[in-house]
């Protein structure tokens, strides 16, 4: 299969690069799953952008600057600032129906999330990561130059130094990709590769991210020989439901920007229902994610919760039902009437605020490879993600790239070889798998969470090692399953998080070290590079 351009994910990222470029090129969308299984279907709260005149960029600019505690790439965070109402038009024009204000200057409703200075993010409910999706799935699946190759996974890619191409410097050529229901392996060969795979929190026990979120862009670029950057600053999001039967199921940031509370929950005696953010920090609820985490997990732990309370009882029935439909329903699902009860939250693995180092035009060390959206590093983050800036930086940023990539000269063909299966079997315990995967998530929640320490990560290093021994032997030997491929990228992901987190020595945004809480006067991103081969 050949294409001019081989997008790898089918998030906000992956469809607006599909979309940008299929008019003028053949274009290939390969999802693991189905085209809305990814994380963006899953964001709830909205998209941060400039889009009122009572607001201004430098505005929006400095509290990403705050929020990234002094880690954001300065030039990267105005870029995608600045660039951010033209990427908010665009969805306008593709038909995203966002919540709709008479009153509002753009005709939208903008509400406010922790860390904004402004009401500045617009949203379609409670659920607008679903609406941004389905509609542009709707527009992806009618365009007549897009190819969907739903139910693959990509195994790995393919570089000139991997199949021996004699060429001076060595660049992407595609990758190879397995069709879930034949068992059949592609060899898809592209003018240009895109990564947009998002992010990996699966590999945590505890997460608000869907299964596919494996790390598979960051893992395939690290082995092609591109370096990753600040992979230690994993952002635990304050606010997951606490019930048994609900998975991965986020209360959006936007509950307590418009006036949620986090409280004790009523077992603790005298101080039952006591609010405790302000004893943590003056911007209370408000306060950046990583604080506000860092708090609830605080109290937890001296007080031997299972959870805390985000109440917003006070606000009317009326006003919940129609800023938080999706919300309100899922927790009246399980017996909770956010109007009339508080809904128990824990922390959980929300989003990886490092990856693969890019240029502003999704460039990757790797010519003909690139990476947007969620597995991208390109400085905006930093320490910690403001949030609802990820699906901005999601639409800028895939933007760019495709805007980069028409304006490339068609390269050279290549001949690939066909994936070789030849001195492999059928696995013949795939329980070492599942066990394997399950020891891995929870060593990393145990040991390289919210709060870490040299001998935690060290702990995790060694287990590390030997994991990615029996894996790389499994793999070796035995035909690839997508289980396999996952534990695989994850294994390497968690172990680029852990180096990271080691090499770190103090506390900044998500990084909390017990062994350095100081903050360091001078800022550094950490960028590890790989072996090239």
């Known amino acids: 299969m050949k294409f001019d351009v081989a997008i790898i994910g089918s998030g906000l990222a992956g469809l607006s690069v599909a979309l940008h470029l299929a008019e003028n090129n053949k274009v290939a969308v390969i999802s693991k799953r189905a085209l809305l299984d990814g994380a963006s279907n899953w964001a709830q709260g909205g998209i941060a952008a400039v889009l009122d005149s009572g607001d201004s960029h430098e505005q929006h600019i400095n509290d990403t600057l705050i929020a990234g505690a002094g880690l954001c790439d300065e030039s990267a965070t105005r870029f995608i600032v600045e660039n951010g109402r033209a990427a908010i038009e665009w969805l306008i024009e593709q038909g995203v129906p966002f919540t709709p204000d008479a009153s509002a200057e753009l005709g939208f409703h903008l509400t406010r999330e922790g860390g904004h200075s402004q009401r500045r993010i617009i949203h379609a409910a409670d659920a607008t990561g679903h609406a941004v999706q389905v509609t542009l799935e709707q527009k992806v699946r009618a365009h007549p130059n897009i190819t969907l190759l739903e139910d693959h996974y990509a195994i790995d890619l393919i570089t000139s130094k991997k199949i021996g191409a004699n060429d001076a410097a060595p660049h992407c050529l595609g990758l190879y990709a397995k069709n879930v229901k034949t068992g059949k392996v592609l060899t898809v060969a592209a ?26 862009g960051i893992a395939m670029a690290w082995r092609a020989g591109c370096r990753v950057a600040n992979m230690e600053f994993i952002q635990f999001h304050p606010t997951c439901l606490y019930h048994p039967y609900a998975k991965s199921f986020l209360i959006t940031e936007a509950i307590r920007g418009e006036g949620g509370l986090l409280k004790l929950p009523d077992t603790e005696g005298a101080d039952a229902g006591l609010r405790f953010m302000p004893a943590h920090d003056a911007r209370a609820e408000l306060a950046p994610r990583d604080v506000v985490a860092r708090a609830i997990d605080f109290e937890m732990k001296k007080r031997g919760l299972d959870y805390v309370n985000l109440d917003i009882t006070h606000k009317s029935p009326e006003f919940l039902k129609e800023h938080f439909p999706t919300i309100y329903a899922r927790c009246l699902e399980l017996g909770i009437d956010i109007t009339k009860q508080p809904i128990p939250v824990v922390p959980a693995v929300h989003f990886t605020c490092g990856g693969i180092v890019t240029d502003l035009n999704g460039r990757t060390d790797l010519p003909g490879l690139y990476a947007v959206g969620e597995t991208a590093y390109t400085g905006l983050h930093g320490a910690n993600r403001l949030a609802s800036n990820s699906l901005l930086e999601c639409v800028v940023i895939g933007r760019a790239a495709a805007k980069y990539i028409a304006q490339q000269p068609a390269p050279k063909s290549t001949a690939l070889p066909a994936w070789d299966e030849s001195r492999v079997t059928d696995a013949d315990e795939e329980v070492v798998i599942s066990h394997n995967w399950d020891e891995l998530r929870r060593f990393m929640w145990n040991y390289v969470g919210i709060v870490r ?65 100081e903050t360091l006067a001078k800022a550094l991103p950490t960028v590890l590079t790989p072996q090239r081969r």
């Open 453 to 517: 320490t040299n001998k935690r990560l060290e702990r995790a290093q060694h287990r590390l090692r030997l994991l990615k021994e029996e894996i790389d032997e499994y793999y070796a030997h035995f035909r690839i399953s997508r289980d396999l491929l996952e534990l695989r990228n994850l294994v390497q992901v968690a172990s680029l998080i852990v180096e990271s987190a080691l090499s770190r020595h103090e506390s900044r945004g998500l990084h909390f070290s017990q062994d350095y809480p």
């Open 191 to 216: 003018s240009h590769t895109v990564l947009a795979t998002g992010g990996a929190g699966k590999v945590y026990l505890y997460t608000t991210n869907p299964d596919s979120a494996t790390g598979d």
